[in-house]
């Protein structure tokens, strides 16, 4: 099973509202990730979990508080957000195995939650 | 930033003609990659050229890499209207091999 799946497909929340994406994940891979794409733009990275552990915050606003509760699933936390938080959210996972092992950096991707914020 | 320039920004071409589009890159790499996105839906996986291969062939697909110009080709020949999609390089450098970061992307359209 090669497949990651996200849910929701779309999200429509007011500034005040708090919601969350859902992201999971059954082929044993350690490392997952959460990417933002606005439109005719490539996917920017926010978030890596390994092992379930945080390790990579490209400087992403607390407003989006990511969450890994086992190594199947993560979460995408979203509070107060901003008319301009308005994406494509994208989860993806990888075998975190060290290059020097023969791990690769292939990244496995969910269709995505496109976003709305009104 | 590491992030790498594509060319074209778009392509269409007739269906059974090739495509080629190109990335380049600032920095280091470990390895680089190629995505295909259709149409606001997730990415998918079609290649990775390790730093130390120069060429690489997976199907209709064609990828070479010059690291001494930091640069990397993908070529689809045989195009088919399917092929219609968004196309993104990805790198990862030395330090830090679990940062991909994409390309500004290539738009490709075959016509049927």
């Not at chain 1, 799946?5 to 005040?16: A, E, R, S, Y």
């Not at chain 1, 919601?19 to 490539?42: D, F, I, N």
């Not at chain 1, 086992?70 to 979460?75: D, G, I, T, V």
């Not at chain 1, 996972?93 to 290059?99: E, H, K």
């Amino acid at each position: 099973d090669t497949e990651v799946t996200q849910t929701p497909k779309h999200l429509v929340m007011g500034m005040t509202n708090k919601k969350s994406l859902k992201c999971e994940q059954h082929m044993g891979h350690r490392a997952m990730y959460w990417y933002k794409q606005k439109a005719k733009k490539p996917p920017e990275l926010m978030f890596v979990y390994s092992y379930e552990k945080l390790s990579i915050n490209e400087s992403v606003p607390s407003r989006f508080s990511p969450e890994c509760p086992n190594s199947s699933l993560l979460n995408l936390h979203l509070h107060a957000l901003q008319p301009e938080d308005s994406a494509l959210y994208l989860c993806a996972s990888s075998d975190s195995s060290r290059p020097l092992a023969g791990g690769t950096d292939t990244q496995y991707f969910g269709p995505g939650t496109r976003l709305t914020v009104l | 930033s590491q992030q790498g320039e594509e060319d074209p920004q778009a392509l269409s071409i007739q269906e059974g003609e090739n495509a080629t589009m190109n990335c380049s890159y600032k920095t280091s790499i470990n390895n680089l990659q190629w995505y295909r996105q259709n149409s606001g839906r997730g990415l998918v996986h079609l290649i990775l050229i390790r730093s130390n291969e120069r060429e690489k062939h997976s199907g209709r697909l064609r990828v070479t890499l010059d690291t001494s110009k930091k640069s990397s080709s993908l070529l689809i020949t045989a195009s088919r209207a399917a092929d219609t999609a968004s196309y993104f390089c990805a790198t990862s450098n030395s330090g830090g091999y679990q940062k991909v970061t994409f390309g500004t992307g290539t738009k490709l359209q075959v016509i049927p």
